[in-house]
Antibody, heavy 120, light 107 residues
């Protein structure tokens, strides 16, 4: 059974950075891509980017290029998303989601979500 | 980017009703369309993948159809646990994009 366990809630100041982790259980990494999807309060879902940990090269939505970095640590089966230059609009729940390694594979397992609040 | 448009944005229905939600893509995406259900405070849950394939463990009252640009999610007989928000998502090309969501409320 696949489990994705995310790090806890964060409160950050505007202009700072945040790094959220997503630890996968078992052999998930070998046959998975991990994406990050965020959801602002009362809003819809937004795909930020993803990575296939065994290959290591991330893919980003244009909107987040340059401000978001996704990395994977195969030794701990953990994927990270770091967002820099935080602004109030980055306040959201950040989810990691697992899919197969084909680009068309669906998100079949999700983390529990991590609330990031950006406030002065 | 491919734009995904869902309709309606919200719908009120009763237990036992049949409900259909539509999703339109701004360009053809083959059958690479997935449907998710989200309840308040919870992560989304995969219901349907590749337009019409039912995810394991999902009740058979959920079904999906369509290809190209027009897709539908149908719930044949609403149950109390089905009241939630539903999202479509295209998996044809990066960046993946979601519809704005359809909130299914109790009448």
């Amino acid at each position: 059974q696949v489990q994705l366990v995310q790090s806890g809630a964060e409160v950050k100041k505007p202009g700072s950075s945040v790094k959220v982790s997503c630890k996968a259980s078992g052999d998930t990494f070998r046959s998975s891509a991990i994406s990050w999807v965020r959801q602002a309060p009362g809003q819809g879902l937004e795909w930020m980017g993803g990575i296939i940990p065994i290959f290591g090269t991330p893919n980003y939505a244009q909107k987040f290029q340059g401000r978001v970095t996704i990395t994977a640590d195969k030794s701990t089966s953990t994927v990270y998303v770091e967002v820099t230059s935080l602004r109030s609009e980055d306040t959201a729940v950040y989810y990691c989601a697992r899919s197969g390694v084909r680009s068309e594979d669906p998100f079949d397992y999700w983390g529990q979500g991590t609330l990031v609040t950006v406030s002065s | 980017d491919i734009q995904m448009t869902q309709s309606p944005s919200s719908v009120s229905a009763s237990v036992g009703d049949r409900v259909t939600i539509t999703c339109r893509a701004s360009q053809g995406i083959g059958n690479w369309l997935d449907w998710y259900q989200q309840k308040p405070g919870k992560a989304p849950k995969l219901l349907i993948f590749a337009a019409s394939s039912l995810q394991s463990g999902v009740p058979t009252r959920f079904s999906g159809s369509g290809s190209g640009t027009d897709f539908t999610l149908t719930i044949s007989s609403l149950q109390p646990e089905d009241f939630a928000t539903y999202y479509c998502q295209q998996a044809n090309s990066f960046p993946y994009t979601f519809g704005q969501g359809t909130k299914l409320e109790i009448k």
